[in-house]
């Protein structure tokens, strides 16, 4: 299995809401990674996961809320988002957190936030 | 610091002629650099990745890519261009413990 999978596919949320994002892997890797992506803009990174603990926070206004129960997963929980949050999120992963290491990337969640 | 540029946000090219897609870095260390694909409503694929192996890098798909010191450069290239290529492509650099992606390039393949 060399997929990270992520559900769901498409959300849509009121600024009220409170909603979570889910990833899995099955590929024994130990860092995760959140990134988040506006239409036609490169991925921009949330967060990283190294061994189940959060390794690097970029910033991320605490609407976002990272966790990762074990190593297979990792979720981001989401609440009082604004309109502007509306974007795609990819998971990632990768074996460790080498330079040299690639990512392997979800397929994404669709966020419109309304 | 690290950095990547693409140069070009779209390049379109005819079926059958060659890609070239540009990428300058820049790093105070020396970097990995990758180049990624993504197809419309999906996450990015890997299509290759220097690390100083060899400067001539393939990769899957018919692409590859060659770095250049002197040049700062990682430019992605493909002989012969296919309908199925058209996508977005970003170069990366990780010269540290974080991948940096460039701008992106939308490459779109006409009949």
């Known amino acids: 299995d060399t997929e990270v999978t992520q559900t769901p596919k498409h959300l849509v949320m009121g600024m009220t809401n409170k909603k979570s994002l889910k990833c899995e892997q099955h590929?024994?890797?130990?860092?995760m990674y959140w990134y988040k992506q506006k239409a036609k803009k490169p991925p921009e990174l949330m967060f990283v996961?190294?061994?189940?603990?959060?390794?690097i926070n970029e910033s991320v206004p605490s609407r976002f809320s990272p966790e990762c129960p074990n190593s297979s997963l990792l979720n981001l929980h989401l609440h009082a988002l604004q309109p502007e949050d509306s974007a795609l999120y990819l998971c990632?992963?990768?074996?460790?957190?080498?330079?040299?290491?690639?990512?392997?990337f979800g397929s994404g969640t669709q966020l419109s936030v309304l | 610091a690290q950095s990547v540029t693409q140069l070009g946000s779209h390049v379109s090219v005819s079926e059958g002629a060659l890609v070239l897609l540009r990428c300058n870095y820049s790093?105070?260390?020396?970097?990995?650099l990758f180049w990624y694909v993504q197809y419309p409503n999906q996450g990015l694929q890997l299509l290759l990745k220097?690390?100083?192996?060899?400067?001539l890098v393939k990769g899957i798909n018919g692409f590859e890519a060659e770095f250049k010191k002197s040049e700062t450069s990682f430019h992605l290239t493909k002989p012969s261009a296919h309908m199925s290529d058209a996508a977005e492509y970003f170069c990366?650099?990780?010269?540290?413990?974080?991948?940096?992606f460039g701008g992106g390039t939308r490459l779109m393949v006409k009949p």
């Open positions: 990632a992963s990768s074996p460790d957190r080498k330079v040299n290491e690639k990512l392997f």
């Open positions: 220097y690390t100083s192996a060899a400067t």
């Open positions: 990366a650099i990780n010269a540290g413990n974080m991948l940096t």
């Open positions: 996961y190294s061994y189940e603990k959060l390794s």
């Open positions: 590929m024994g890797h130990r860092a």
């Open positions: 790093s105070s260390v020396p970097p990995y």
